[in-house]
């Protein structure tokens, strides 16, 4: 089953001679329970797609349907309430709150949405990232990988369709790289979801169900 499908997307910042050209009419699909890694040079416009499909950025043309609904055609805040139940982001840099505990970071999406959370998938959700032990820590009294781990849990407490990683491996070692991954890879066959990530590294690309191309803002093809 589809869950994501890019007809067309395009992507222009600024204007005049300031004009970037940054995607240039992208089409791609991905299936329900797929990790797709997206791969190209620096500049070619990877984080940019992935701002596109999480409805983060807005396209200058083109269409992003998550299981058939135009994001880009939700309210500001249709969008926002769409966002934080269907996409869960993760990026590079964690992104914790620092005041915050582990646990208290990955309910935050929950709690902004007046949400209820079910202890016992809060709790499964932990064993999962192998947190259980660190719930009332604070981010920084955890490695680079269990900060990235918090990340994640917080992307996926909501249990969103769609996971969307830029270089979610990009600070950590390869073994911190290596966990990640397969945390990635236990938790979309567990809750099948969509999970696209951005990645300059062959090694965890190649870890990938589909690997996407990108150069100078087209697709160049799948390897
Ligand atoms: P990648 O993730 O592959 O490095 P990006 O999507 O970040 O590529 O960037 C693609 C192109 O768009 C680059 O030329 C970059 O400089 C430009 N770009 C990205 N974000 C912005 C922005 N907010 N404003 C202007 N240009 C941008
Ligand atoms: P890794 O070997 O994964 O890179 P570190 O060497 O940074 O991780 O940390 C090893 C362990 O020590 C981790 O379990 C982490 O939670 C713990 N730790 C790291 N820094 C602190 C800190 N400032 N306070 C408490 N515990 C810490």
New binding site residues.
């Given amino acids: 089953m589809e869950i994501l499908r890019t007809e067309n997307l395009s992507?222009i910042?600024?204007n005049g001679n300031?004009r970037?050209e940054?995607?240039k009419g992208i089409s791609f699909s991905a299936g329900k329970g797929e990790l797709v890694a997206v791969t190209?040079?620096?500049?070619?416009?990877?984080?940019?797609?992935?701002?596109l499909l999480g409805g983060v950025?807005v396209p200058t043309a083109g269409t992003v349907r998550i299981d058939g609904v135009d994001i880009h055609t939700k309210t500001r805040a249709g969008l926002a309430v769409f966002r934080r139940r269907q996409i869960g982001l993760v990026y590079q840099f964690y992104n914790l709150i620092p005041t915050l505990s582990v646990e208290d970071n990955i309910l935050l999406p929950m709690r902004l949405d007046g949400r209820r959370v079910n202890r016992d998938y809060l709790e499964e959700l932990l064993c999962l990232l192998k947190l259980e032990d660190r719930a009332k820590c604070l981010p920084r009294e955890l490695s680079g990988g269990e900060q990235q781990r918090v990340a994640i849990g917080r992307a996926l407490i909501a249990a969103p369709a769609l996971l969307l990683a830029?270089e979610p491996t990009g600070s950590l070692d390869r073994r911190g790289s290596q966990e990640i991954m397969a945390l990635l890879k236990i938790s979309r066959e567990k809750y099948r979801q969509t999970i696209v990530i951005?990645t300059h590294d062959r090694d965890i690309a190649r870890q990938a169900d589909r690997r996407v191309e990108?150069r100078d803002?087209r697709l160049a093809g799948e390897w």
């Fill in positions: 992507k910042y600024g300031a970037v940054a995607l190209g040079p620096s500049g070619s416009g990877k984080s940019t797609l992935l701002h950025e830029d951005v990108l803002g």
